[in-house]
């Protein structure tokens, strides 16, 4: 989980998809990705947790590379070693997907990620009610068809084991859900 928190504010920090800010929403109290964030904002990322509970608004000013350079040495050491170990060992991918030809397939591998998610698990899913399945299916199509929909796939030995599902307007990046495999 933690690999796959920092992969999605890689993605969020790329600089390259002419954003002015991420807003991360829902973020669970005590999920790894609200401990990196607490940890990015600590290493001089300017992050902030908005006015709603759980939700971080992330200025991009910077690559993901240009913002590791501002952390401590040891947390910069700490993130290479992990990355260099966990690429030894397994195959990890960061897909994004914007095509809308190729959105409702990984939709449907978001649906398949949630379904085995603690979400999923509890009956709170994406995926576990028809009515959600189709808001996010009518959502990614009809933003989609603009070139507003996105979704981050992160892929583990050739299987989606994490996702965000996204928009982007105006300059911003809006991510509507994220989840992962436990």
């Known amino acids: 989980r933690e690999q796959a928190s920092r992969l999605l504010l890689e993605h969020v ?3 390259d998809q002419g954003w002015k800010a991420s807003r991360l929403i829902n973020i669970i109290p005590g999920d790894p990705l609200e401990q990196l964030l607490e940890e990015r904002i600590a290493d001089g990322l ?3 947790f908005g006015a709603e509970v759980g939700s971080a608004t992330i200025p991009l000013q910077a690559s993901w590379h240009e913002s590791l350079k501002s952390f401590r040495r040891d947390r910069r ?3 290479a070693n992990r990355t260099r ?3 030894r060992t397994h195959s990890l991918e960061s897909l994004h997907v914007e095509a809308r030809a190729e959105l409702a397939p990984a939709l449907e591998e978001c649906f398949a990620v949630a379904s085995r998610s603690w979400q999923g698990g509890a009956g709170t899913s994406i995926a576990s009610a028809d009515e959600s399945r189709r ?3 009518t959502v990614v199509e009809e933003f989609g068809r603009e070139g507003k929909a996105r979704i981050q796939l992160v ?3 050739d299987q989606t084991v994490a996702f965000e599902v996204a928009l982007s307007y105006e300059g ?3 991510a ?3 989840g992962y495999d436990q």
Do not use: D, N
């Open 13 to 15: 920090q790329r600089g």
């Open 46 to 48: 300017c992050a902030h």
């Open 77 to 79: 050491q700490s993130i």
């Open 85 to 87: 170990r966990l690429e």
């Open 135 to 137: 808001f996010y299916r």
């Open 155 to 157: 892929r583990l030995q």
């Open 172 to 174: 911003c990046h809006y």
């Open 176 to 178: 509507l859900k994220i």
